[in-house]
């Protein structure tokens, strides 16, 4: 176990240990996974209420549940929401100290501190937004990545030799919350987990517009992108995404990349289809940054969008989302040294999800 006394901080260390998502049909959500995205899976989780899947990528971790009784709580889940995340689970050294911080600040107590077979492993949860919660992991020093509670490893699995994507970690995990709660949101997470508040953005796309505030835990590591409607522009993605989702929830996951071309070309070729971005924003590229033109080509044959900071550049570009309910899709991001969210890029982006959301609707 680790030594408490060189524990951090409670809520000064927290990073991203896995994403939690409920799933209708697990074979089918583990297969997109492992075919298109390039995941290999690590652990398989059972019970007489569900059934899970655990699987990895760099140092993404990603666990599957299906719910097999109505007593689970992955059963409610899909029916209200759907396929989506429920879990953004929080590594830290210390996990009984941080929930009883997090409690102690504000935080809602979700499940108490429990020490799980073999004693390396505590978990306890606290609440977020809507119906997903965080829950705070702690492994023991010996351990990599680990797996969550209640997985076991799968035999033979070889993440090392996996034909992967190139994606690293979670960059960051955008939230759609209602009209009103983006305020109360943010100050629950700055209050009760020590996050900090560190870029504001309205975006404005034709006649629709959104808030938006960025949180980042102390440790740099645990980003979440907060957007709620405008009320006073018309309604517009956000206003779907809550309405299919019925409430706030989980938009899109952000993976960071080495090359976001290369992953983009790899996950093509994969079946993973990604938005296409209008030919003038290429057109106009070359005037914000300096890029040469075998790059540029690069970026407009693959759609990558592209932006710079005072620290470096940033390349992005979302999937297009294939739920049922169009309330979930995934990012491909790479940072060359910026450390900010594409100012420049996040109103192409959403214009893109528009233009896709109209051609559905036509």
């Known amino acids: 176990m680790p030594d408490s006394s060189k524990a951090a901080v409670p809520l000064e260390d927290l990073s991203i240990d896995h994403v939690g998502m409920y ?4 074979e089918a959500a583990v297969s997109s996974w492992v ?3 390039a995941f290999t899976v690590v652990g398989t989780s059972a019970s007489s209420r569900h059934r899970g899947v655990a699987l990895r990528q760099g ?5 599957l549940t299906q719910a097999t009784s109505d007593q689970h709580p992955g059963a409610a889940y899909v029916v209200a929401h759907g396929d989506g995340v429920a879990d953004i689970a929080l590594r830290t050294a210390d996990a009984e100290a941080s929930f009883r911080a997090a409690v102690q600040r504000g935080a809602r107590a979700v499940r108490r501190p429990t020490r799980h077979a073999g004693g390396d492993l505590v978990t ?3 609440g977020g937004f809507g119906d997903v919660v965080h829950t705070l992991v702690q492994h023991s020093c010996e ?3 680990g797996l969550p509670a209640g997985f076991s490893p ?3 699995a070889d993440e090392a030799a996996a034909d992967d994507a190139g994606l690293l970690r979670l960059d960051h995990v955008a939230v759609c919350l209602n009209a009103g709660e983006l305020q109360p949101t943010v100050d629950y997470y700055r209050t009760a987990l020590g996050f900090r508040d560190i870029f504001q953005e309205r975006i404005v796309v034709g006649a629709q517009a959104m808030e938006s505030t960025v949180v980042q835990s102390p440790s740099r590591t645990v980003t979440l992108t907060l957007i709620q409607p405008d009320v006073s522009a018309a309604p517009g993605q956000i206003d779907e995404f809550l309405k299919g989702h019925q409430g706030a929830g989980v938009q899109h996951l952000a993976f960071s990349s080495r090359d976001a071309v290369t992953a983009v070309r790899s996950l093509t070729a994969r ?3 990604f938005l296409r971005t209008p030919s003038a924003y290429y057109d106009l590229l070359g ?3 300096a890029l040469d033109p075998q790059r540029l080509a690069d970026l407009r044959e693959t759609n990558v969008l592209a932006d710079e900071d005072h620290d470096g550049r940033l390349f992005q570009i979302f999937t297009a989302s294939r739920h049922p309910r169009q309330t979930l899709f995934y990012e491909v991001i790479e940072r060359q040294g910026a450390a900010t969210f594409g100012s420049a890029n996040i109103k192409a982006l959403y214009e893109a999800v528009e233009l896709e959301r109209t051609k559905q609707r036509g």
Do not use: K, M, N, S
Not at 23 to 26: C, I, M, R
Not at 59 to 63: D, R
């Open 23 to 26: 799933v209708t049909d697990l």
């Open 35 to 37: 075919d298109e995205y």
């Open 59 to 63: 140092g993404i971790t990603l666990a």
């Open 124 to 126: 306890a949860t606290v």
């Open 143 to 145: 351990e990599g990545p």
């Open 154 to 156: 799968v035999a033979g």
């Open 271 to 273: 079946g993973v289809t």
């Open 287 to 289: 005037e914000r940054i």
